[in-house]
């Protein structure tokens, strides 16, 4: 049984051993509506190009799991209606059932472990939302950052969710939290934040170094880089604080749960900052995707002895 279809620049890469970046395919299909979504893949994948590395980015199409995907499917997924959004509890059934799906963190890093991908950069991770308390509602993300042993670089976990929370699930799920060049923790659409980061790292070779050191040892799982976005394109957590505010107050006033929340939080958060978030999400993508580059170069180059 086949488990993935390689692109055949991915396949190349891999075969080579050249660097090689994962990207989830959500960016696509509920990032932001066409043509904004194909010209936003387009910018990530000539992110990673430019860095030195190859882009692989990964969703499922018609029950098949594509590790990389051709100009023509990324065209095709961008403007298909229906897609599934896919984390670790449906990404086996929509293969059986010849569906199609975008792949969430947990699901893009289970494709490109499988792959023998070893770097990943997305937005920013899911976690544990606020009230988690009562609704149980906690990502899968942070049980597959447990598990599967993928350097996940993104901004943080979303600022929607209870971060606090969410630092103290990861840390009893043993996966190391790492600032990049700075001691606070990135809060997504705001590069600092009141938490203090639980490690820093300033280089993308240590970043590397900590990824082979991890395998070395035998522990499962794998790491989360907090890269903060740059200041010219950041919001302050203190003028997002109460926009977040709004936005959880409206979800709950509406009965959004589940799997919902996440996509309704961020559009209300884009209405009430009148698009400046989603500015700054674009531009924290694109650092994320040049940072993951370069930790997969490094990767790519003999371990220093």
């Known amino acids: 049984m086949t488990l993935y279809t390689p692109s055949i620049e991915v396949a190349e890469a891999l075969s080579a051993g050249k660097p090689i970046v994962a990207l989830e395919s959500t960016i696509i299909t509920h990032g932001m509506p066409y043509p904004q979504n194909l010209d936003m893949v387009r910018q990530v994948e000539g992110v990673v190009r430019d860095a030195g590395a190859v882009p692989a980015t990964i969703a499922v199409i018609d029950g098949t799991l594509h590790v990389g995907l051709s ?35 947990a699901a893009t890093m289970i494709a490109a472990h499988l792959a023998g991908i070893a770097v990943f950069a997305t937005g920013g991770i899911g976690g544990v939302h606020p009230g988690a308390e009562e609704s149980f509602d906690i990502s899968a993300d942070l049980q597959e950052l447990a598990q599967t042993a993928v350097t996940v670089v993104s901004a943080g976990a979303k600022a929607i969710l209870d971060i ?64 903060p976005v740059p200041q010219e394109a950041q919001i302050p957590e203190g003028e997002m604080a109460p926009i977040i505010a709004q936005a959880n107050a409206d979800a709950q006033a509406q009965g959004i749960t589940g799997k919902a929340v996440t996509p309704f939080l961020l559009q209300r958060i884009f209405e009430l900052t009148e698009g400046a978030s989603l500015a700054t999400n674009i ?3 694109l650092n994320n995707a040049r940072l993951a580059a370069e930790i997969a170069v490094s990767l790519s180059n003999p371990p220093d002895n």
């Not at 990324?74 to 929509?94: E, F, H, I, M, N």
């Not at 809060?187 to 300033?202: E, G, M, V």
Request: charged share 20%.
């Open 71 to 105: 100009e023509a499917q990324v065209t095709d997924l961008a403007q298909r209606d229906g897609v599934a959004k896919l984390s670790r509890a449906d990404l086996a059934v929509c293969m059986a059932q010849g569906g199609t799906g975008a792949t969430t963190v």
């Open 164 to 227: 606090p929370k969410t630092l103290e699930v990861l840390e009893t799920l043993g996966v190391p939290v790492i600032a990049y060049g700075q001691d606070s923790l990135p809060a997504f659409w705001s590069s600092t934040s009141a938490l203090p980061a639980p490690l820093r790292i300033d280089t993308a070779e240590e970043i590397a170094r900590a990824h082979r050191t991890r395998a070395a040892l035998g522990l499962p799982g794998g790491q989360l880089i907090a890269n």
């Open 283 to 285: 531009a924290l993508v």
